[in-house]
């Protein structure tokens, strides 16, 4: 939302794990937790007045381990627990409910 001069937009994601390409910075993983990460970094966004946006961190970024998009089975990475379209799903039910409280406002 707007606050003075500034316009603050939240950002969402699934977690964090770049130690594929970091190993030193574990400090900064964000489990996944099954998609439940995911699902608290929107609840906590939507509890935000004066919302206009959701910035998503990311889409395809397999190295930092924030990809949303569907899962194809690769050597080295951990599949999506329910299922290869999880996240698009969980952003699917998030994004509408957003659109809705856009709506009301």
Do not use: C
Not at 6 to 24: H, L, M, Q
Not at 34 to 50: H, I, P, V
Not at 66 to 92: C, D
């Amino acid at each position: 939302g707007a606050h003075g001069s500034f316009f603050f937009v939240p950002g969402v994601s699934p977690g964090y794990n770049d130690t594929k390409i970091r190993p030193w910075n574990n400090g900064n993983t964000r489990p996944r937790s099954n998609g439940q990460y995911y699902r608290s970094s929107w609840e906590a966004a939507a509890k935000l007045t004066d919302l206009s946006a959701v910035s998503i961190t990311s889409w395809n970024e397999w190295g930092e381990g924030t990809q949303i998009e569907e899962v194809v089975s690769r050597v080295g990475y951990q599949a999506y627990e329910a299922g290869p379209k999880m996240y698009i799903e969980i952003t699917q039910t998030y994004a509408a409910q957003f659109r809705r409280l856009q709506e009301e406002l």
